[in-house]
């Protein structure tokens, strides 16, 4: 078989999406099928002494999560609180990149991913998405996953459950046209979870993650001080958030350079999340 004759992970997700509909599955936020343990290795994180993050009036501190409750086959479960950390054996990690994609940065990102051969998982806004479709595609043929952020990025708790819905779906069926497949995660704006935001999440087949480690990356503290964030915070099942797009994100894409190989040199096994089907 020639190689353009190969078929690309898009277009197996858009076969997958026309053969079983854009509805999701229950599941958990487990690693997905394959994934190994990392080789054991001293931890990445930094000095014991350094104060923890204080949470930012900008990104809300998220919820703290739990275990995801027993459902009814095919349903997805309407949470209290955002999932915050990934199960499984090993010292994993999930890196998530949020409110892009955006041309100036999402690139050099992927770029630096694909050379260390690692997954990650960006929450997009519909209103980026829709502007750059080719970077979507790149990340379906690259292997990482896309999660609903939201049409315009707005404070949930403030509107209506139809503009909430509105704001959902036009994200996930844009997600859907571009990426290949109906998001299974999603992520509120600002870490600003309520109740009609995990029910209507929940009718749209997506599960709610937020974080467990804050690189503050959008206040632009410098490459250093996110550098510091990700190995003070490293530990076995973190997700840890920064941003692709939503202002200058030149110091994101230079932190990522620099802490991705150290992450992966203390042994550490960067995957994302899979939900599997009960």
């Not at 997805?76 to 915050?84: A, G, K, Q, Y």
């Not at 050099?108 to 991913?113: F, G, K, M, S, Y």
């Not at 046209?177 to 600003?192: C, K, L, N």
Request: aromatic share 8%; glycine share 10%.
């Amino acid at each position: 078989m020639k190689k353009d004759q190969l078929p690309t992970r898009r277009r197996v997700l858009l076969a997958g999406a026309a053969a079983v509909g854009a509805a999701g599955t229950a599941g958990v936020f487990a690693l997905g099928p394959g994934e190994k343990a990392a080789r054991s290795a001293a931890p990445a994180a930094g000095p014991a002494a350094r104060r923890p993050l204080k949470p930012s009036a900008y990104r809300l501190q998220p919820l703290t999560g739990y275990g995801p409750p027993r459902a009814a086959p095919g349903r997805t479960p309407v949470r209290r609180r955002p999932l915050l950390s990934v199960s499984g054996l090993g010292r994993t990690m999930v890196l998530t990149f949020d409110d892009g994609p955006d041309p100036r940065y999402t690139p050099d990102i992927l770029d630096t991913l694909r050379a260390y051969d690692v997954p990650a998982m960006f929450f997009v806004c519909g209103q980026m998405a829709a502007a750059h479709p080719g970077l979507l595609e790149r990340m379906a043929d690259e292997g990482h996953i896309v999660g609903n952020h939201t049409w315009s990025h707005p404070l949930l708790t403030r509107l209506t459950h139809a503009r909430i819905r509105s704001e959902m779906e036009r994200t996930s069926a844009i997600v859907e046209q571009t990426y290949g497949e109906w998001p299974r995660w999603f992520r509120a704006p600002y870490g600003a979870w309520n109740r009609a935001a995990f029910q209507i999440g929940a009718e749209l087949g997506m599960e709610p993650l937020a974080w467990t480690v804050d690189t503050l990356d959008w206040t632009e503290p410098g490459t250093r001080t996110i550098v510091d964030r990700v190995a003070d915070g490293a530990a076995p099942g973190v997700v840890v958030l920064s941003h692709d797009a939503g202002g200058d994100r030149s110091q994101s894409v230079r932190a990522l350079r620099r802490y991705l190989p150290r992450l992966l040199d203390a042994g550490y096994h960067i995957t994302v999340p899979r939900r599997h089907q009960v």
